[in-house]
């Protein structure tokens, strides 16, 4: 059996500890009596779905990202609308096609070896000295004591002998093709070969002419023998089975199926002739023309009464030259702001604003105040089709899809019928309520502890 290094089981330990935990919020949601929120064909959704998939929302945010706001209604019109749509995925037979049953194996397969070792490290008294040290330590034991009990090993003698980093044509072909015996897991033997494609799966730059081919070889091989015995004894203690574990499985799959069917659904062979692409071109041309520039007039005092001063002189029609050459509040010099046209957001000019005349407010700057008028505006021409035409198909195939997304809702809503219940969308408001201030009050312990640490 081979040794088991320290750095490697902290980062196994940390990783399936702090990220691929089954949520227990998963759990929880399916002993709360649900509230009946819309039918949707046979189906009907509850608060205990909106829940569910919040908590896998929040999953899904790594980054601990401030979550955006939600609103009801559409919340709810987009959980109709998602179980429209998984529904036509499971009369296409999707759930049965190994690209969703695979990533659903998969999940199930991380989130019951994360379990099995959350349940092992965090056996550790948390009085324990060196808290963390003594649950790496717990792990590398329960790992060895699996490999002892079903006498799982690694012939480190022939592992040392595979030379990755070798560009020999001959070593290279050895570990592409042998079928000597590398390993003996519960589940059968690894074979070189076999090995060889883990190892250039894992390093898919290769390992040929690098100076710790040999460490990244252990490490592949560590990676690969702990969790072939994890794998081994979730499944030997009916982990999957778990409620919790087929919950997931349920949603996990429910969100890929979504995913899915969205992509066989929307796919097009279309491709748009040049002369509709010209034509969708000519009647968008506001969306490819650049904002229109601004000139100002402007004048600078020292303060701020001073500028309302001007301001108001300006208001009344008294024009800007004439106060430069005869308000002595007015400060000599260059003009404060540009001459040439600039665009007109860099001094918070709205688009309503852009008239010859418009005097906006004074603007403080760092050595005194500011007021301008507006004396001239650029009149913008579209930007030329050969310079914009990647963005001209990104709005074609953006509208398109919006348009097929409408004909696909309206025709699966014709077999599935949905009716939304009387209180679901104040039920749907109270979810998210409850939700969003848990997240927040979690976020901000977060970000006290970063690193989960007492």
Request: charged residues 25%.
């Amino acid at each position: 059996m081979p040794t088991l290094r320290p750095r490697h089981l902290a980062l196994i330990t940390l990783a399936c500890i702090s990220g691929m935990m089954v949520d227990h919020t998963l759990a929880e949601e399916t002993r709360v009596e649900p509230v009946p929120l819309a039918i949707v064909g046979e189906d009907t959704l509850t608060t205990t779905d909106l829940k569910i998939e919040l908590a896998i929302m929040k999953n899904r945010n790594v980054d601990n990202a401030p979550l955006p706001s939600l609103d009801p209604a559409m919340v709810l019109r987009r959980m109709t609308q998602n179980q429209l749509i998984i529904q036509e995925g499971y009369r296409m037979g999707l759930n049965e096609e190994f690209i969703v049953a695979n990533q659903v194996l998969e999940v199930v397969r991380h989130e019951c070896m994360a379990a099995l070792l959350d349940s092992v490290a965090f056996s550790v008294p948390e009085e324990t000295p060196d808290y963390r040290e003594a649950r790496r330590l717990a792990v590398k034991d329960y790992l060895e004591d699996l490999a002892l009990k079903y006498n799982a090993s690694v012939d480190s003698t022939l592992l040392k002998t595979l030379d990755y980093g070798s560009s020999d044509p001959e070593m290279q072909a050895y570990l592409k093709e042998s079928d000597d015996i590398l390993a003996v897991v519960p589940s059968g033997r690894l074979s070189v070969a076999s090995f060889t494609r883990n190892v250039n799966f894992t390093e898919f730059h290769g390992l040929v002419g690098k100076p710790d081919a040999a460490e990244k070889r252990d490490d592949v091989m560590r990676e690969w023998f702990a969790e072939a015995l994890l794998n081994y004894q979730y499944q030997a203690q009916g982990m999957d089975k778990d409620p919790e574990v087929v919950l997931l499985a349920e949603r996990w799959e429910r969100n890929i199926m979504l995913e899915e069917t969205l992509q066989i659904l929307l796919q097009t062979d279309d491709i748009p002739s040049d002369e509709e692409i010209e034509a969708y071109y000519l009647a968008h041309l506001d969306a490819v023309t650049p904002a229109p520039r601004v000139k100002m007039k402007s004048l600078k005092v020292a303060d701020e009464a001073s500028a309302n001063a001007i301001y108001d002189k300006l208001l009344r029609g008294t024009p800007a030259t004439w106060l430069y050459s005869n308000d002595p509040t007015v400060v000599q010099g260059p003009p404060p702001f540009p001459e040439e046209f600039f665009p007109p957001n860099q001094l918070g000019l709205k688009p309503a604003n852009l008239v010859v005349g418009y005097i906006p407010p004074p603007y403080q700057v760092p050595t005194g105040w500011v007021v301008a008028v507006i004396s001239e505006i650029e009149e913008p021409e579209p930007t030329p089709l050969e310079s914009c035409r990647t963005q001209i198909l990104n709005m074609m195939g953006s509208e398109q899809t919006g348009n097929t997304m409408v004909e696909i809702l309206a025709r699966l809503e014709e077999v599935s019928p949905i009716v939304i219940l009387p209180g679901a969308e104040s039920a749907v408001a109270a979810v998210i309520e409850d939700f969003m201030t848990k997240t927040g009050a979690a976020q901000a312990e977060s970000a006290k502890d970063p690193n989960g640490e007492g």
